[in-house]
């Protein structure tokens, strides 16, 4: 996967990837060769799914700051 379509992937898509890469590798059928392409290309893309989620954690953080720049702890409230 190169990095230009690794960055152009959304979130969603990426998970939606893994998934796919985790069923075949249950799945068993695979031959070896492929099995380890597959296990490097899901590590690549846990990775990147960590990274998106920092990131978007990193920006509810930002959100919630405070006027003093303090961070606020806001209660969750599930929408209904």
């Known amino acids: ?6 960055t ?8 939606t990837r ?3 890469i985790v069923s075949r ?4 059928d695979a031959k070896l ?7 490097e290309e899901g590590t690549k ?5 960590t990274l998106l989620l920092d ?10 700051k405070g006027p003093d720049g303090e961070p606020v702890e806001l209660p969750f409230e599930p929408e209904e």
Request: glycine fraction near 2%.
């Open 1 to 6: 996967m190169s990095a230009r379509k690794e």
């Open 8 to 15: 152009q992937e959304s979130f969603e898509e990426k998970i």
């Open 55 to 64: 990131e978007a954690e990193q920006k509810v953080v930002k959100l919630q």
């Open 25 to 28: 590798l249950e799945r068993g």
């Open 33 to 39: 060769a492929d099995s380890l392409a597959l296990f």
């Open 18 to 20: 893994l998934e796919a």
């Open 45 to 49: 893309l846990v990775s990147a799914c």
